[in-house]
């Protein structure tokens, strides 16, 4: 470990020669490898494609350390289709001129089919140790960071909502603030007898051609029921039984990755937190969850702050990001 | 021995109606074994609704050498107890000292350590709820650095076993995969409540209409169901068990509380918990041929054969308690000695 810090001492040392001057904040599109990713049956790779985005004068400042803004991303698209859409460095880009230098990180959440859910399991992988564990130590490794939880905060839209929240409550002590925006998947997805039969039909033709809603329940249950018996190659438990009725066993595998119903045992990180946020628009088709969610953390007393804005899923998320999530980081995270 | 089998004399009796909890005479002390009573508090279990104490008494058997050697660093197995039974009962019945002792007379010395929750339902299902305090929590950190601040433990994960009966092999199972970073190698005996609990509406009635005035005289059963509707599904503005039960408003079972219940089970956890179960070295389960909880807890070893977790199996002949200390101190604590870092003479 230590062999491993002073490696990446000298590696900063090395990089930080301030040749060129960073007047913008700097896209990096890069990869690091995570062991958690390792073995995974879809064949998903170790090696995750990440952008890193330092802030104007990162390279000028080779003595200064940033606090680090990790987001995820949602489903259907791999991160640089996401960035597209996200813009991230016009985000540092406004927090700097507002004096609010970070570094955001933003790695590839894609998986073979389309979304691993920041969630642990042998089919997909462990996206969660790939976030939680792997990536926070690249990126400490290879960055100048502040390295510590109260310089860390967790944002992510949707399927990356859902992941901030879950990796928050199940990985207390990593990120000190956390803001979700639309987040999916907060309540239980729930598989039927007849759900599980039309997956279990699909042929890979089908698979190929899915839209959206055909192919989230396959994505969600590769992640959350995986089977690795499976004689296909989707290697899911679908629960359907010979007799065409379900195992009640997958529904339970779905709950006990449902936010809504695992608040409860994770309340503690949720109320060791500097700062909570979710925001979601008021057309979103994900509304219903989102306060189904917040019913339950006024229930149990949670603090949060919570905003409802006119935009639907996604036509404001860039904007967002620059608007409201970066300047809530700023609030909260320290700096030197 | 005579005491152990009156303990288990006693614990096959003392179940009935209105006793609710099983005691156990005095553990025998062998010469060379020190047992401390300390008291423990714990941040995690402060403010909890139903009142418990938020300072737990932990039994702490420290082996012979202990003393003697002022320099040397010990292992430490974390035992977690049953439902309805406090942590001094259970180290009473267990006659942790006697294990402690045999084992380091053949060269294995460890601090085995018993915390108590018992909670005012009888037990703390080892799980994290506002109604009954953070138990979950408790053991996996603060009861770990307290032992590491406190005792000369070898304060790393590969000196850390955990190991529980019954309820407490429950909690073995849930406080192993949710805390994996705090323990190399966990043991399970005879562990209950292994698949989700499910409800009628009429049984999810009969639950709700337990008076809280008569909880403690509710008999095994129902306070077992108790405990473990106040553990898994809390509710703060529910007074005066402070808890949803599972029924809804309109008589039907409420599928958000059994969904709950259901997250906590360790056969629907496993498949969300592979990184976890894996990072051990060592994971064992047991149970006895004659103890109504083999099927559950054959369903967890084929869920763990399934997703390829190595782990130690074994149905012996006996039933739920009457085999457990002496498997302790025969197979538990020398399967532990295989696993941890046993530190240096």
């Known amino acids: 470990m230590l062999r491993k810090f002073v490696a990446a001492l000298g590696l900063m040392a090395a990089c930080a020669s301030p040749a060129a001057a960073q007047e913008a904040a700097r896209v990096n599109w890069t990869s690091f490898h995570s062991p958690a990713l390792e073995g995974n049956l879809e064949g998903n790779d170790p090696q995750r494609g990440v952008y890193v985005i330092t802030p104007p004068g990162y390279d000028e400042n080779p003595d200064r350390r940033y606090p680090v803004v990790y987001y995820l991303h949602g489903y259907w698209a791999a991160a640089p289709a996401q960035q597209e859409g996200f813009r991230l460095h016009e985000a540092v880009d406004a927090a700097s001129a507002a004096g609010n230098e970070v570094i955001m990180v933003m790695p590839d959440g894609y998986s073979r089919f389309r979304g691993g859910f920041y969630s642990s399991g042998p089919t997909v992988g462990d996206y969660e140790s790939m976030v939680a564990r792997d990536l926070v130590g690249w990126v400490d490794g290879n960055y100048r960071t502040i390295a510590a939880p109260a310089s860390r905060g967790l944002a992510g839209h949707s399927m990356g909502g859902y992941g901030t929240i879950r990796i928050a409550m199940k990985n207390p002590g990593v990120f000190s603030s956390i803001y979700m925006m639309s987040a999916c998947c907060l309540p239980p997805m729930e598989m039927t007898a007849e759900s599980a039969a039309t997956i279990e039909a699909m042929t890979p033709e089908d698979i190929a051609a899915a839209q959206f809603g055909q192919l989230a329940g396959l994505s969600t249950l590769a992640t959350w029921s995986p089977d690795p018996q499976d004689q296909s190659t989707l290697k899911v438990d679908t629960g359907l039984r010979a007799d065409g009725t379900l195992d009640p066993l997958v529904n339970q595998r779905l709950a006990a990755n449902s936010p809504l119903v695992l608040l409860p045992q994770y309340l503690p990180a949720l109320n060791a937190l500097e700062a909570f946020a979710m925001d979601i628009g008021d057309k979103d088709f994900l509304l219903e969850g989102n306060a189904q969610f917040r019913a339950e953390l006024d229930r149990f007393g949670v603090e949060y702050e919570f905003e409802l804005y006119e935009g639907d899923h996604g036509n404001r998320i860039a904007e967002r990001i620059r608007t409201e999530v970066l300047p809530f980081f700023g609030n909260h995270l320290y700096r030197e | ?345």
Not at chain 2, 67 to 91: C, K, M, Q, W
Not at chain 2, 99 to 126: C, H, K, Q, W
Not at chain 2, 151 to 164: D, F, K, M, N, V
Not at chain 2, 232 to 241: I, T
């Open chain 2, 1 to 345: 021995m005579l005491k152990y089998l009156a303990g288990a004399a006693l614990l096959a009796i003392a179940v009935p109606a209105a006793a609710q909890n099983i005691t156990a005479p005095d553990a025998v002390v062998p010469a060379g074994i020190t047992v401390q009573a300390v008291m423990v508090h714990g941040a995690s279990l402060e403010g909890n609704l139903e009142g418990n104490s938020a300072t737990r008494e932990v039994m702490v058997v420290l082996p012979p050498s202990y003393t003697a050697n002022p320099e040397r660093h010990y292992p430490v197995i974390y035992y977690l107890h049953g439902f309805a039974i406090s942590g001094r009962d259970f180290y009473d019945y267990m006659q942790v000292p006697t294990a402690v002792a045999e084992n380091a007379a053949a060269g294995r010395e460890f601090i085995v350590v018993v915390p108590d929750t018992l909670t005012a339902m009888g037990g703390s299902m080892y799980s994290n709820s506002v109604t009954t305090g953070n138990f979950r929590d408790f053991i996996g950190t603060e009861l770990v650095a307290y032992m590491d601040a406190n005792y000369r433990t070898i304060p790393t994960r590969e000196g850390r076993g955990l190991a529980g009966h019954s309820m407490g092999g429950y909690g073995t199972l849930v406080v192993g995969m949710t805390h994996p970073e705090a323990f190399d190698s966990i043991w399970a005996q005879s562990a209950c409540c292994i698949s989700a609990r499910s409800e009628t509406p009429e049984s999810a009635a009969a639950m709700a209409a337990v008076p809280r005035e008569g909880a403690d005289a509710a008999g095994f059963g129902m306070r077992a169901g108790l405990a473990s509707a106040v553990a898994w599904a809390p509710n703060p503005q529910k007074p005066p068990f402070f808890v949803d039960w599972p029924l809804a408003a309109d008589g039907t079972v409420d599928p958000l509380v059994l969904a709950r219940w259901a997250a906590n089970s360790p056969l629907a956890m496993v498949s969300g918990h592979v990184a976890a179960l894996e990072s051990f070295d060592g994971v064992a389960l047991d149970v006895g041929a004659q103890d109504g909880l083999v099927r559950d807890d054959t369903l967890i070893h084929e869920e763990m054969t399934k997703f390829g977790i190595e782990h130690f199996w074994e149905v012996y002949e006996g039933t739920h308690t009457d085999k457990i200390g002496a498997r302790f101190n025969t197979l538990v604590l020398p399967w532990m000695a295989e696993h941890l870092d046993m530190g240096t003479e």
